[in-house]
C-alpha cells in the first residue's frame, strides 16, 4: 500500500481533481470566488513539484482560508 502525500502520484492528482471540482462548484453560486478558487487550484497542482517544506505550506493554507472567509464576509 502506497502512502498518501507528496510523492504519491495518485494522491496529487486526486488533491487537483477536488480543487479543480470545487473551483466550478464554488463559481456557480458567487462567480466571484472563481479566482480565489483558481489560485487554490493551482497551489493544489503546483506546490507538491516543487517540494516544499512543511513550514511553507503551514504558512500558505491560513492564508487561503482567510481569503476565502474575507471574500465570504464581502460577497455572501
Given amino acids: 500500500m502506497r502512502p498518501a502525500g507528496r510523492r504519491n502520484r ?9 480543487h479543480a471540482a470545487a473551483a ?3 463559481a456557480l453560486p458567487l462567480p ?3 479566482a480565489l ?13 516543487r517540494g516544499p ?4 505550506v ?4 491560513p492564508d487561503c ?4 472567509a474575507a ?3 464581502v460577497f455572501a
Avoid at 478558487?37 to 513539484?49: E, I, K, T
Fill in 32 to 34: 466571484v470566488s472563481a
Fill in 37 to 49: 478558487f483558481a489560485c487554490f487550484l493551482l497551489r493544489a497542482a503546483v506546490l507538491p513539484g
Fill in 53 to 56: 517544506r512543511v513550514r511553507t
Fill in 58 to 61: 503551514g504558512l500558505v493554507e
Fill in 10 to 18: 495518485g494522491y496529487r492528482y486526486g488533491s487537483v481533481a477536488y
Fill in 71 to 73: 471574500l465570504l464576509l
Fill in 24 to 26: 466550478v462548484c464554488a
Fill in 65 to 68: 482560508s482567510a481569503a476565502l
